[in-house]
């Protein structure tokens, strides 16, 4: 009975999900290099899964984030280095039929007087609007789960004169459901946006001889923000060991440093 209970739920839950949600089909990072006066232009493609129609509602809000998780959503103007004044929708709200889709369009007009190099940023959050309905339910709590997306508009101006500057914060290995993971928590602490990834190069510790190289997946990082890269070394045997941490960016900047990397046998 309770197996039948749960397969009932688990197929109410699965067919719910067939009748309700976005997705945002270009992209959650559109990023832009910009020149003092000048206009760009953009758009935001947006898609209806559901079958009923569904209304979006569209604002700008700061956003940052650290290497621990946790992400700030806030008003603008709470960094030096929003972008949100310049941005212009076409509109803030529209309405799709189910399965339908639609662009919204925004202008980014780059101000005649920006003076510091390097990335300015804010995000488009995109979120369905609930229709509020009468009920003739008994009093109690309805928990209502909505997804909205966070698009990044970054803008990059003078880039020539800006740069990266990665700094190492923590190093960790832990292991979690059967796999070793070293957690390393880079931040930025240039003026420019940028996308590196973290490799680690093990050493053994008396010989010197390498026990390989292994490396995270490619994340942005925006400046004064700090994220977390995770590194699989599963097949890095139990001991003491030397090693290098490499963030390497998209240009090819280098940022190194050497451990000393305990693998617990554990």
């Known amino acids: 009975m309770i197996k039948r209970i749960l397969l009932l739920i688990t ?15 270009n992209g959650l990072t559109h990023s832009y290099t910009v020149e003092n006066g000048k206009v760009y232009k953009g758009k935001i493609a947006i898609e209806n899964t559901g079958s009923q129609p569904q209304s979006i509602k569209l604002f700008l809000q700061d956003f940052s984030y ?24 076409n509109t803030n709200l529209v309405t799709l039929k189910g399965r339908e889709k639609t662009e919204v369009f925004y202008e980014i007009a780059i101000p005649d007087h920006v003076k ?17 309905k009468p009920s ?22 003078d880039t020539e004169k800006a740069k990266p500057d990665l700094k190492f914060e923590s190093v960790k290995v832990e292991k979690e459901d059967g796999k ?48 977390t890269f995770y590194i699989d070394i599963s097949k890095v045997p139990p001991a003491q060991y030397k090693a290098t941490i ?21």
């Open 11 to 25: 197929l109410i839950l699965q067919f719910s999900f067939l009748h309700a949600g976005i997705v945002i089909l």
């Open 66 to 89: 650290t290497a621990d998780g946790t992400t700030h959503y806030t008003a603008l103007h709470s960094h030096k280095r929003s972008n949100g004044d310049w941005i212009k929708f």
């Open 116 to 132: 510091d190099p390097g990335s300015y940023w804010s995000v488009v959050i995109v979120e369905p609007v609930e229709d509020i």
């Open 136 to 157: 003739d339910n008994k009093p109690g709590v309805n928990i209502t789960s909505v997804i909205r997306y966070a698009i990044q508009i970054i803008t990059n101006y």
């Open 180 to 227: 070793r993971t070293a957690r390393i928590a880079i931040a930025n602490n240039g003026n420019l946006y940028c996308k590196p990834t973290a490799s680690l190069e093990v050493y053994n510790r008396t010989t010197g001889a390498k026990v390989g190289t292994f490396s995270s997946l490619t994340m942005g990082l925006l400046p004064s923000t700090s994220k």
């Open 246 to 266: 490499i963030a390497t960016d998209e240009d090819e900047n280098a940022f190194a440093l050497n451990v000393e990397l305990e693998v617990k046998n554990d």
